[in-house]
T-cell receptor, first 112, second 113 residues
Framework: QKEVEQNSGPLSVPEGAIASLNCTYSDRVSQSFFWYRQYSGKSPELIMS????GDKEDGRFTAQLNKASQYVSLLIRDSQPSDSATYLC????????????FGSGTRLQVQP | EPEVTQTPSHQVTQMGQEVILRCVPISNHLYFYWYRQILGQKVEFLVSFYNNEISEKSEIFDDQFSVERPDGSNFTLKIRSTKLEDSAMYFCASSGLTGQPQHFGDGTRLSIL
């Protein structure tokens, strides 16, 4: 049974701060890792993808992957109230063709 | 930016009735998926479709579910005899060549009465 675990939150940070979101996964053969943002009542929106160990930066977002520890994280710099949403970690055995296994998500609240 | 389109946005159906949810994937994508999200729960994988056949399916995708690509643009999910527990948001997603992430449509909210 593949599991993806996230702290449900809410994680509350002040505007302008760094938000750190964490995710662990159980299946060692996982190869692809994704962060999606989901606003209430809306669909998942892709934020970042990462496939190899290390950091990947895209604007205010940095994804970090450590396959040995089975751990992936998302840092959001200069957090804005519009970043307030649920962040979903998703894991796949392949680089996009295979099923995504989602975590339950971490709710982020950015306080103005 | 190209996007996945789903219709209808909300479907209300009597228990036991058949329902068809429709999706138009991103035009140059080759892999298509259906996921569902019961209110307050995780997004769950149902089925993936490639080259006109199912490539992977979950335990949820039992005999009451079927998928079809009836033409070059549409991708459909049919639920033959709906149950109360089928009430959920159903998301269609698509991806291109290997290495491209999955992009989701806005979803169809299915309510079974």
């Amino acid at each position: 049974q593949k599991e993806v675990e996230q702290n449900s939150g809410p994680l509350s940070v002040p505007e302008g701060a760094i938000a750190s979101l964490n995710c662990t996964y159980s299946d060692r053969v996982s190869q692809s890792f994704f962060w999606y943002r989901q606003y209430s009542g809306k669909s998942p929106e892709l934020i970042m993808s990462i496939y190899s160990n290390g950091d990947k930066e895209d604007g205010r977002f940095t994804a970090q992957l450590n396959k040995a520890s089975q751990y992936v994280s998302l840092l959001i710099r200069d957090s804005q109230p519009s970043d307030s949403a649920t962040y979903l970690c998703a894991v796949s055995m392949d680089t996009g063709r295979r099923a995504l296994t989602f975590g339950s998500g971490t709710r982020l609240q950015v306080q103005p | 930016e190209p996007e996945v389109t789903q219709t209808p946005s909300h479907q209300v159906t009597q228990m036991g009735q058949e329902v068809i949810l429709r999706c138009v994937p991103i035009s140059n994508h080759l892999y298509f998926y259906w996921y569902r999200q019961i209110l307050g729960q995780k997004v769950e994988f149902l089925v993936s479709f490639y080259n006109n056949e199912i490539s992977e399916k979950s335990e949820i995708f039992d005999d009451q579910f079927s998928v079809e690509r009836p033409d070059g643009s549409n991708f459909t999910l049919k639920i033959r005899s709906t149950k109360l527990e089928d009430s959920a948001m159903y998301f269609c997603a698509s991806s291109g060549l290997t290495g491209q992430p999955q992009h989701f449509g806005d979803g169809t909210r299915l309510s079974i009465l």
